[in-house]
């Protein structure tokens, strides 16, 4: 642990020092309270030992200013006090404190209640990193790390929303689906199937610069590219490149039934300036009607189209 201690008494501080550093931890030293709280700013310690009494501000006056500058960082806080009765534990804690620790430390408790904070601390850490595992998990499909369908969903629903409002921004959707991968996964396996679409989703990922791009996996075999901001022009350009790169993967596929015996994809562009008078879910069809073009064109092509009214999408 990196402890930031904050003692006005140079003795007293050269004593937690060595009793510290004994323990292994690494110490940052302060002489007083503004010090201590821009060394916790700066360094960001794992614990905090604060004395009470210091020159300027109190520790406990420091404390409630640590936990103001960082409220959901919990850093452990242990206060430090010559005469401890039982309202300046209390006092203490309410400031924001952990634990009180009477001067001159023992070093067999002040080792024992940095053992204690360390392991809650450490806890904390842990749960912290299994949220995030959670909210990641939530929005990716775990085979490809792509967005998941759920993600997608919100995020073409918010980029629509903010195209209808701008009134002329274009919004374009790549959508790619794998030729013949029925076949594929007949007869070289679901496991290899499985490699497959990784492989792809590498492909898609490299391949989107903007952070406003969006890859998600749509179905099975099948992605989507969310491009805000995109004409049709740049999306099929991009769609054409991701076909390129798909085929150079050179993927060995014997039993496609193109000539070419590699996997490839087949590429449906749809682009429209959102409205009100527009929906999303007709901007999705059209990108689903041109994959149908591009599959019945011959498949390992592109198919684009632009959706100007409602009446371009029949049916
Ligand atoms: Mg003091």
Same mark, same amino acid.
């Given at each position: ?12 501080? @050269?004593?937690?020092?060595? %009793?510290?550093?004994?323990?292994? #931890? ?27 009494? =210091?020159?300027?501000?109190?520790g ?5 200013? =640590? ?12 206060? +430090? ?5 039982? !309202? ?6 309410d ?8 001067? &001159?430390?023992?070093?067999v408790?002040? /080792? ?26 939530s929005? #990716?499909?775990s ?6 369908r ?7 629903? $918010? ?6 409002? %701008?009134?002329? @921004? ?14 594929? *996964? ?19 990922? $490299? *391949?989107l ?7 998600? @996996?749509?179905?099975g ?9 995109? &004409? ?11 076909r /390129?790169?798909?085929?150079d993967?050179?993927?060995s %596929?014997?039993?496609?039934r ?21 929906? +999303?879910? !007709?901007?999705?069809k ?17 198919c684009s189209?632009?959706? %100007? ?7």
């Amino acid at each position: 642990m990196r402890v930031l201690v904050a003692d006005d008494s140079p003795t007293s501080r @050269r004593v937690l020092q060595l %009793h510290i550093e004994k323990m292994g #931890h690494e110490v940052i030293p302060a002489t007083d309270g503004d010090e201590a709280l821009k060394l916790f700013l700066d360094q960001r310690p794992d614990l905090v030992l604060l004395d009470v009494v =210091m020159p300027g501000r109190s520790g406990f006056d420091i404390a409630r200013e =640590m936990r103001n500058e960082r409220p959901d960082d919990w850093i452990p806080i242990i206060f +430090l006090s010559g005469n401890v009765k039982d !309202q300046d534990v209390a006092d203490g804690i309410d400031a924001g404190g952990d634990d009180y620790l009477t001067k &001159p430390a023992n070093p067999v408790v002040l /080792r024992a209640k940095m053992l204690a904070m360390q392991r809650i601390s450490n806890m904390r850490h842990q749960l912290a990193e299994a949220n995030r595992q959670l909210v990641h998990q939530s929005n #990716h499909d775990s085979l490809t790390q792509l967005a998941n369908r759920r993600a997608l969903d919100d995020y073409l629903a $918010k980029q629509w929303a903010a195209a209808v409002r %701008h009134g002329s @921004r274009p919004l374009s959707l790549v959508m790619l689906d794998v030729d013949y991968f029925k076949d594929y *996964n007949d007869h070289y396996g679901h496991q290899a199937g499985d490699e497959c679409l990784a492989a792809i989703s590498q492909v898609l990922r $490299k *391949n989107l610069l903007r952070v406003e791009d969006m890859a998600a @996996r749509f179905g099975g075999e099948e992605f989507m590219i969310v491009l805000p901001e995109t &004409p049709l022009e740049g999306a099929v350009k991009v769609g054409e490149r991701l076909r /390129r790169e798909v085929r150079d993967l050179g993927i060995s %596929h014997r039993y496609s039934r193109l000539d070419y015996k590699f996997v490839t994809v087949s590429v449906g562009v749809a682009s429209t300036i959102p409205r009100a008078s527009l929906k +999303l879910k !007709q901007l999705i069809k059209m990108a689903d009607h041109a994959l149908y073009d591009a599959k019945n064109a011959g498949r390992d092509c592109v198919c684009s189209a632009m959706l %100007h009214t409602p009446d371009d999408i029949e049916g």
